[in-house]
């Protein structure tokens, strides 16, 4: 009775439930790519879980199991544990967290910074801070038409210099928000003040959909272009903007698609000329993450990200001319692990002591649970791009949910503000004058 049954269940076409030996169930999507059990989700073995283009909360293992985020990053297949981890070490005595050595230690400003109320941070992507000292952040939120499992529909936040008052910057409205809004980049032009927006893709799965955008320091929105000029789309996500001081010419890095770098005008118009490009060549990139103008050098630098190494170029008003010059390589972290992810330079220091230091956002590896990896931190550098300090934002502040630092900026009082990816989360860190 037993093989004719067997028999029925296999002529009936019935296809039988994937396997679960890991009893994982999906407690919340976090991508816009569907979870499906079976499909983009489900136990690689008995004590783990794998995911390919989809990331989200799970519950799996044995027992009473355990909660586990699990991520695909760039959709790409992960595999996550479901055994729970070793409990963590007693927690320090409560007191001021600090990081840093040397002449540059920072102690970390909780109730600075404050985000206003009705903000749903995805991920803290850029940061800008104008002459005033106001301190700008723009963000990806959860209802911004790739992942609309939120109510926040804002991306901008500005707060005064002491890092109070945080309120939305509403003018640019979702035209300016839908999507990844991503590189933020202040620019000084014929005594006016305007913003340069890079936003890595509009819809899933981004590729193809970036969006560029200039704003005034309101959110006015002033132009706005979408998707590629000429690039196949599945080479097309960008991710920041140098913009040079002289000139009519800015500068577009397309991190996350293409690893080139395009000129533009200041009025949006693509230049139709290519610069960089995939490679580990000096003057090519994997991840040409961040790009910035250095006033100390009058050259253009580039945080070329997964070449573990920042890279600097001369160019020339026209747009015509970006030729390599030389390399800053990281001396912090474990080597050949660094994940530079934008390089700022103090300018119009008040402590004029710190004019021209420099300081960088490193990413650290995706997953950081696992032992043994690079964590995320910020380095310090002098003004001839020397190591001098390091603080170790994902040790210090990773319970705090800062983990993977993005962007980090230098306040004019030397101070320093970091926004990290994943989750999304900004910090203020004063410098201590010991």
């Known amino acids: ?178 999507g990844t809004p991503h590189g933020l980049k202040l620019a000084h032009e014929n005594g006016e003040l305007f913003l340069y927006h890079a936003n890595c893709g509009t819809q899933p799965p981004r590729y193809g959909s970036g969006k560029l955008t200039k704003t005034t320091l309101n959110g006015t929105i002033l132009w706005q272009h979408e998707g590629p000029f000429g690039q196949p789309k599945s080479l097309y996500r960008p991710t920041w903007w140098a913009v040079p001081p002289t000139g009519d010419v800015v500068y577009l890095a397309d991190g996350y698609g293409s690893s080139n770098v395009y000129p533009f005008t200041r009025d949006g118009v693509y230049q139709n000329r290519t610069f960089g490009g995939k490679g580990s060549q000096h003057g090519q990139f994997n991840n040409c993450h961040g790009i910035g103008y250095d006033p100390r050098s009058g050259k253009l630098v580039v945080s070329d990200r997964e070449n573990h190494r920042i890279e600097i170029f001369n160019f020339d008003d026209t747009g015509t001319k970006f030729g390599y010059d030389s390399t800053v390589t990281p001396t912090w972290g474990i080597n050949g692990t660094q994940r530079p992810c934008n390089f700022r330079v103090l300018a119009n220091a008040t402590n004029r002591s710190m004019e021209g230091m420099v300081v960088v956002a490193d990413l650290g590896a995706d997953d950081q649970s696992k032992p043994g990896v690079a964590r995320g931190q910020v380095a310090i550098l002098d003004a001839q791009n020397r190591l001098v300090s390091v603080i170790k934002v994902s040790e210090l502040l990773g319970a705090q949910g800062s983990i993977h630092p993005h962007d980090s900026h230098f306040l004019p009082n030397g101070d320093i503000v970091v926004a990290t990816w994943r989750p999304g989360h900004i910090s203020y860190w004063k410098r201590l004058n010991d």
């Not at 039988?16 to 169930?25: G, H, I, Y």
Request: charged share 10%.
């Open 1 to 178: 009775a037993r093989f004719l049954v067997g028999l029925l269940a296999v002529g009936s076409g019935v296809t039988a439930a994937p396997v679960n030996p890991c009893n994982v169930t999906l407690l919340k999507q976090l991508s816009h790519g569907a979870c499906v059990f079976g499909g983009t989700y489900g136990c690689a073995d008995a004590t783990s879980i794998f995911v390919h283009n989809c990331s989200g909360q799970f519950h799996c293992g044995d027992g009473a199991g355990q909660d586990v985020a699990c991520y695909s990053v760039n959709f790409a297949r992960a595999e996550c544990s479901c055994i729970p981890p070793p409990p963590a070490p007693p927690s320090p005595p409560p007191g001021p967290i600090i990081g840093g050595y040397g002449n540059y230690r920072y102690q970390y400003m909780p109730e600075l910074l404050e985000l206003p109320a009705g903000a749903e941070v995805q991920h803290a992507h850029g940061l800008e801070v104008d002459p005033a000292g106001n301190i700008y952040l723009t963000y990806v939120n959860w209802n911004n038409g790739i992942q609309t499992n939120g109510t926040d529909q804002h991306c901008l936040v500005k707060w005064n210099p002491d890092g109070t008052n945080g309120t939305f910057v509403e003018l640019g409205g979702t035209a300016l928000c839908s």
